[in-house]
């Protein structure tokens, strides 16, 4: 994973790079060249006011700041995205539980996730839609408030390899949020610089999606 790191910095350092050329050498040489200008052919009976050359130089000086701050900011968070690819390179091949409201199902490989109910449900269904728009329901039938545990095995209810969004729904009403467990498999840099997660039965999320991390050890899903 020091390869994501490297990128992650590098990416970071070339971003600041380019900002520092364009506030140290373009603005000031504009500057200069639009006050020697000012001074070369202002009128000598009317000069210009002094302090107006001070007002200039004062609003390029907040630019620039503004633009080393920016240029800082980009840095950190470089930085801070390849510590993060480093420590969940880590972790790959552990168990981390993903909130989700989405699956990737290869048609035989059962999913276990749990979502939390405010109040009972007599009649409580995960439903899967894919993405032709053809949905999917399970039923889970009545459960009790609290945090409700399932397993969902595609061969059993008829699920074919391929994507689906998922929600639960219950007789309340209420629309709970899925948690989904899963291998965490690769972590990757986008193209943008983002960082990426490759969970098992979910496909690629964000890190904040991430809830627990159960570890290596932990007994798969059945």
């Avoid at 972790?91 to 290869?106: A, C, I």
Wanted: glycine share 10%; proline share 3%; no cysteine.
């Amino acid at each position: 994973m020091s390869s994501l790191y490297t990128q992650a910095a590098a990416n970071a350092a070339s971003s600041g790079s380019s900002n520092s050329i364009s506030s140290n050498g373009t603005s000031s040489d504009m500057f200069t060249s639009l006050l020697v200008a000012q001074i070369q052919y202002q009128n000598p009976l009317e000069p210009t006011d002094a302090s107006e050359f001070v007002t200039q130089l004062t609003q390029l000086s907040q630019m620039e700041s503004l633009q080393t701050l920016s240029t800082q900011a980009s840095a950190t968070a470089g930085l801070i995205t390849g510590l993060q690819a480093l420590g969940f390179g880590g972790l790959v091949g552990s168990q981390v539980g993903v909130s989700t409201d989405s699956l990737t199902l290869d048609g035989q490989s059962t999913v276990s996730g749990r979502f939390t109910l405010d109040a009972t449900s007599t009649g409580t269904k995960l439903v899967l839609t894919n993405d032709a728009g053809k949905q999917y329901t399970v039923d889970l039938g009545k459960r009790a408030a609290g945090e409700v545990e399932f397993t969902l095995d595609p061969a059993a209810a008829g699920l074919p390899a391929g994507h689906y969004t998922v929600a639960v729904t219950a007789s309340t009403g209420e629309k709970p949020t899925l948690e989904v467990d899963g291998t965490l498999n690769s972590v990757r840099l986008s193209a943008s610089g983002s960082l990426l997660l490759d969970v098992e039965g979910v496909g690629e999320v964000d890190p904040d999606a991430v809830t627990t991390f159960t570890g290596r050890n932990a007994a798969t899903a059945i």
